[in-house]
């Protein structure tokens, strides 16, 4: 090419290149027709709460007709939300529920919304991306003790501690039978519950059972296969009839975490220590009832009172 032929070649180029530029330049000064783009972060499409959807919410500038899908990390089309249709400046919300356009959930990853505004000639994909996670959190009871309290104030044995942890950021609660009854601040990996045995400020005496439940950030909920039964009891005495000797002592096995007890046999009344407590049975036949108290709880058993062993007189002859 002769030099006379490269001159308006080379002018030509100048021209086109100074006409992209200033296109792009153009572009970049227009405002977006996009206003108020606000996209769910992280859902679960199959968590057990009233938030399985991912909204997609924006505001257009202009009328136009709009065309929205979601698309996976490779930019392949998932769903299909709506197509070509007419939106006016008023603020939209478009929903999606995690699921292809066949009705199967997507796999856990990163989706993304894609924009078509038919009108103004231009797509957008949206930087805003949606997590999808519909894995529950792993729960696993570290250790929990005593297994028996007495939530009596004295200091001992009063409550039951659980330290557990989690494989992921996740707000924990201590179910009591199936129901929620503590709850732990923030999304700690590992933690400790303490309970008391009270159920809406009483005590409810007896054996119940623990679970630890972990909810994810997702609101999958996860149900640790580990429970632990604790027993809640203030005195308790193992045996509800005691069979003596009219006049004997004995003994009673008392289940307390006080060092003494109160008790009443009878007529008869003291004070004394609980491994074991010692009594002496009244020296008449019967049965009486017998009361054994730790502040304001009581326990009570029947002694049977039987006659004294005869001596034999022949012994020895």
């Known amino acids: 090419m002769t030099r006379d032929l490269r001159l308006p070649f080379v002018l030509l180029l100048l021209v086109a290149t100074a006409g992209a530029f200033a296109a792009a330049q153009h572009l970049k000064l227009e405002p977006t027709p996009l206003r108020a783009v606000d996209v769910t972060k992280l859902f679960s499409p199959v968590c057990e709460c009233g938030d399985r959807l991912a909204e997609i919410r924006f505001r257009l500038r202009r009328n136009d007709r709009v ?3 979601v698309t996976d990390a490779a930019g392949t089309v998932v769903r299909h939300l709506v197509s070509s249709e007419r939106v006016g400046k008023t603020p939209v919300r478009f929903t999606w529920d995690g699921r292809t356009d066949a009705g199967a959930v997507v796999p856990d990853g990163q989706y993304g919304p894609r924009i078509h505004l038919a009108d103004y000639g231009r797509t957008f994909e949206l930087p805003n991306r949606i ?7 792993q729960v696993r009871i570290v250790s ?4 028996t309290i007495s939530p009596d104030g004295d200091g001992h044995a009063d409550r039951i501690r659980i330290r557990y942890s989690v494989d992921e950021p996740a707000v924990a609660r201590l ?13 700690p990996l590992a933690q400790k519950i303490d309970w008391s045995g009270r159920i809406a400020k009483r005590v409810r005496v007896g054996t119940q059972r623990l679970a ?7 609101g999958n909920v996860g149900r640790g296969e580990q429970t632990v039964d604790v027993r809640i009891r203030f005195v308790a005495l193992p045996r509800r009839t005691v069979r003596v000797r009219a006049g004997a ?13 109160d008790w009443r046999l009878g007529t008869r009344s003291g004070a004394g220590n609980v491994h074991p407590l010692v009594l002496r049975a009244p020296t008449r036949p019967g049965r009486y009832a017998l009361r054994v108290r730790v502040g304001s709880h009581v326990a009570r058993a029947t002694v049977r009172v039987g006659r004294r062993a005869r001596r034999n007189r022949n012994a020895g002859h």
Request: aromatic share 4%; hydrophobic share 40%; charged share 30%.
């Open 249 to 261: 002592r004995f003994t009673v096995r008392v289940d307390a975490d006080a060092p003494t007890v």
């Open 144 to 147: 929990a003790g005593p297994r």
């Open 175 to 187: 179910y009591v039978d199936g129901s929620p009854r503590v709850r732990v601040r923030g999304l």
């Open 131 to 137: 997590e999808v996670d519909t894995t529950p959190p």
């Open 212 to 218: 630890v439940v972990a909810r994810d950030e997702a």
């Open 67 to 69: 065309t929205v899908v």
